[in-house]
């Protein structure tokens, strides 16, 4: 059982809850293994078989760039748009959109359905930052789903090779586009796993550090914010309260009654509803506004045509206050129950994860806090 239990928990990193439903007629997870072990890509991973690296000059190459018309600049209605050029800039690493086969990272072609799916999180996760910030989002070649399975070094190595891009991405960002502004990161699941190591590797050691607002790595699954990752760190610590600045924030979300998740670490659970680090119940009258998420993110798996569906990120519906409250208990984010609301297609009871909804239940305390932090480091300077 704790073998099934970990490939449920795994299965979770990456948007992918949504398929234990997909397999609830044939078996459940033990036929979601094989399925997953099958489909596979074939052999080892050989970063020769990859597409060219995407040169960040190009624009066509990032995601979301604040003079760009794209789903990132999306603000949920009723909600006051931003005005003009921000004084504080926010790096977007997005997630894992890549479900298919067709090799060990994504063949980064704008007409598929892993593209529309990158979409998805400009609209539903980066534009949370619109409001404090000019959002950059690169696209990268990013690890297949099919990565996080099966041998330790080969999900190694194919993360290590994504994270190149990312990081070459950042630089550029930094030489070209941020003119010495303060900067936010922020992050979900892969783009969390990535963007640990840019803090690790690039800002904590030098002056980025005391540029860098707060980092927002959300969702990291099987990649724990951990007290060793912390101790590895000179100065980034985690953030104790709502206007810290040069910190982290992280949380997992699960859904009630369910059971924390088993790691080899413990992990950092921030409440977004407080933002304070305890184990304290956060009533729900602290949720500023749910947003439920726009659009269909693709779950095509496997092999196959990497299909788009053609679908438009256009608007983001009213938030929705006080969907959920939420506490931490050992290292695991807790929430409602979302079954039979608009938010349950991307929330997984039976899965026992929310790892699709880490952003949609806290969307407006994120947007919220990141204009505070921001006004805080402004103020400071």
């Not at 959002?135 to 690890?143: G, I």
């Not at 070094?153 to 994504?162: P, Y």
């Not at 950092?268 to 119940?281: G, K």
Request: charge should be negative; hydrophobic fraction near 40%.
């Amino acid at each position: 059982m704790k073998l099934i239990k970990a490939v449920a928990i795994t299965f979770a990193v990456l948007f992918v809850l949504a398929v234990g439903l997909y397999f609830s007629g044939y078996g459940g997870q033990l036929a979601m293994w094989a399925f997953l072990t099958y489909n596979a890509p074939s052999g080892d991973f050989d970063p020769a078989d990859a597409v060219v690296p995407p040169d960040y000059a190009d624009r066509a190459n990032w995601a979301a760039l604040p003079d760009e018309d794209d789903p990132a600049d999306l603000v949920p209605e009723g909600v006051a748009p931003g005005l003009g050029p921000r004084e504080v800039d926010a790096f977007f690493i997005h997630p894992t959109g890549y479900l298919r086969s067709g090799g060990w990272t994504s063949p980064m072609d704008p007409e598929t359905g892993t593209e529309e799916n990158t979409r998805w999180m400009m609209a539903n996760q980066a534009s949370a930052f619109n409001g404090c910030c000019n959002v950059y989002a690169p696209r990268y070649r990013e690890a297949t789903i099919f990565s996080y399975f099966g041998d330790d070094g080969r999900r190694s190595q194919v993360l290590g090779f994504a994270y190149q891009d990312v990081k070459r991405a950042f630089e550029h960002f930094l030489g070209n586009h941020s003119d010495g502004r303060p900067f936010v990161i922020a992050s979900h699941s892969q783009g969390t796993h990535h963007a640990l190591r840019l803090l690790a590797e690039v800002i904590d050691p030098g002056e980025l550090y005391e540029r860098m607002v707060a980092a927002y790595l959300i969702g990291g699954v099987i990649m724990p914010v951990s007290p060793s990752w912390f101790a590895s760190m000179s100065r980034v610590r985690p953030c104790q309260a709502a206007d810290d600045l040069h910190c982290v924030v992280h949380w997992d979300t699960m859904p009630q009654g369910t059971e924390p998740m088993e790691r080899a670490e413990p992990s950092l659970c921030t409440n977004p509803l407080t933002w304070r680090v305890d184990e304290e119940l956060a009533a729900a009258e602290l949720n500023e506004g749910a947003v439920v998420p726009e659009g269909q993110y693709n779950v095509a798996f496997g092999r196959g045509e990497d299909a788009p569906t053609g679908q438009l990120f256009e608007r983001l519906t009213t938030p929705v206050p006080g969907q959920t409250w939420a506490r931490c208990r050992d290292g695991s984010l807790f929430a409602r129950n979302q079954a039979g609301t608009g938010f349950a297609a991307m929330g997984s009871d039976q899965m026992g994860t929310y790892h699709g909804l880490d952003y949609a239940l806290f969307y407006m305390n994120i947007r919220n806090n990141a204009l505070l932090r921001t006004a805080r480091y402004l103020d400071s300077r």
